[in-house]
């Protein structure tokens, strides 16, 4: 069965909300501390989560009110269609099955199996390289692993590798993705053939860019080694199992992308064989347990007290309500550098859409802008406009209690900054005549999400959250969270100039490429 289709603004509670904001937009998030209990009903522990989303111009009842409207639009419903294998993405005909990938309760014993293999065969390669087992063909140890994909093939294995950077095992991880032949060719530079990886991700083995990349690379290999050593050497991750045969990989190297797992959720199975490997098998086993521990707390939680929800339906109020369009996650954690650009595809690919799960244009906002980078550095770059700047802007600020390497003075420093932030975009400063420039009103939301450390199962369950944070706006706003038909027409337009065509495209664009070819 398909996910319910209502529109969210038909609601009662959606009119009680619009009700609710007019009356008390103008309120002080101070204002909302008056309530005894608010630190009780707006802060959630889970395992080694705190979150706290108190400081946000909202009240209880208004909180109540975003609970109902999750109600009435069936989310509890569309949450169990969401993990039982239902085809909720309709417009593919297709299932939405990524938490099967971190699953340990999997029912269905086909869906089972073939997760269990390809777990297995993630496995087999990763403890291989690590071990020494599977050496280069001159009988040297695999030092360099080289991922080359694109979209959901490239950012979440690039992120998750990068912020577990502490656990690797110290084989050497790089990504190619954009078809920028100078950037490859600088890698390439670096490399030894000898002692080199390479793991193309394509789910259809014809994607333009890790293609193209992928030969290149393919012409370097064979000019420095031989071309005998590619099925070694080469690791296909891909569906489509002729055209990687074609390329010179073995069929013991070929691992499959079902079918019911989109690219940009997709880092948990065989895309995430990278993480795999830099991290150990072990390690990544741990990180979809941490997964799978979030799944479980987001399926079975009341919604007053379940993460993903309370932040989807707070994304919403700021969203449809007080029309903020973007919304920050900030990360005090230097190794979470890429977390905001992973999530950047992962919202906006997902929830980017103006047509509802009834085949009509929305009338309200959808998708938000996601962005953000670390603190501190962001601090020295664009705080100042969420300070003092005419927007506001919700933001996730991700904290640790504990440092990797226990330099717990430094970090000490860095967790300062952190509260400092999130107290000082609340509560402001005053300042007045000569000085009204300093003038700071805060009254600016965020919710800060502490965890105990960096772990690869706190790093799952943190992807998880969001992720299903993700599903969550797109259920109850009753659009279509896992199609992206915006990136596929861009896919087939770009196949077209590349071949030649130019029937449908503009004069300006006519234009402008026959200045670069020229």
Not at 494 to 507: F, M, P, T, V, Y
């Amino acid at each position: 069965m398909a996910l319910s289709k209502i529109d969210p603004t038909s609601l009662s509670s959606w009119a009680s909300l619009d009700k609710k904001f007019k009356a008390e937009c103008d309120n002080h998030i101070s204002s909302f501390f008056e309530e005894s209990d608010r630190l009780e009903k707006f802060t959630i522990s889970w395992k080694d989560f705190y979150v706290d989303f108190s400081k946000n111009r909202l009240s209880s009842s208004t909180l109540k009110l975003l609970i109902d409207l999750s109600n009435e639009t069936n989310l509890k419903n569309n949450i169990e269609k969401y993990f039982d294998g239902s085809t909720i993405n309709e417009t593919e005909k297709r299932s939405v099955l990524h938490t099967a990938l971190r699953s340990s309760e999997i029912k269905n014993p086909d869906l089972k199996q073939e997760v269990d293999d390809a777990l297995e065969k993630i496995t087999n390669i990763s403890d291989q390289i690590n071990s020494g087992i599977k050496l280069g063909f001159t009988g040297k140890k695999i030092t360099d692993i080289v991922n080359i994909g694109i979209g959901g093939s490239h950012l979440g294995p690039e992120m998750v590798t990068e912020a577990l950077s502490f656990y690797s095992l110290g084989i050497n991880p790089h990504f190619v993705s954009n078809i920028d032949p100078d950037f490859t060719s600088k890698l390439l530079e670096k490399l030894n053939p000898e002692t080199t990886v390479f793991i193309i991700v394509s789910k259809t083995f014809t994607t333009i860019e890790t293609l193209e990349n992928a030969k290149k690379i393919r012409r370097w290999f064979v000019e420095n080694a031989n071309e005998e050593s590619i099925k070694d050497h080469f690791i296909a991750v891909s569906n489509n199992t002729e055209a990687p045969k074609k390329f010179g990989i073995s069929s013991d190297n070929v691992l499959s992308i079902p079918e019911w797992v989109g690219g940009r959720f997709s880092l948990w199975g065989s895309v995430g064989l990278i993480i795999s490997i830099i991290i150990g098998s072990k390690n990544f086993k741990e990180f979809l347990k941490g997964a799978e521990s979030m799944d479980l707390h987001f399926r079975n939680s009341p919604f007053e007290k379940n993460i993903p929800i309370i932040l989807a339906v707070i994304s919403i109020w700021y969203n449809n309500f007080f029309k903020c369009e973007t919304e920050a996650v900030l990360p005090y954690n230097q190794f979470l550098g890429k977390l905001p650009d992973y999530l950047q595809q992962a919202s906006m690919e997902s929830n980017g859409k103006s047509i509802d799960r009834g085949g009509n244009k929305v009338n309200y906002e959808t998708g938000s802008i996601i962005w953000g980078s670390t603190g501190t550095n962001a601090q020295h770059a664009f705080f100042q406009l969420m300070h003092q700047g005419t927007k506001i802007i919700p933001s996730d600020f991700i904290a640790f209690k504990k440092s990797l390497y226990g330099d717990s003075k430094q970090h000490d420093i860095l967790i300062s900054n952190f509260l400092a932030q999130t107290n000082a975009l609340m509560m402001g400063k005053n300042s007045t005549g000569s000085e009204i420039h300093k003038n700071i009103e805060g009254n600016k939301p965020s919710n800060s999400i502490v965890i105990n450390k960096l772990t690869p199962s706190s790093l799952g369950a943190l992807i998880s959250m969001y992720e299903n944070k993700i599903f969550t706006i797109g259920s109850v706003l009753n659009i279509y969270s896992y199609d992206q038909w915006g990136v596929e027409l861009g896919k087939s337009i770009a196949r077209d100039i590349s071949n030649g065509k130019q029937d449908n495209l503009d004069k300006s664009t006519i234009k402008i490429s026959e200045i670069l070819k020229s």
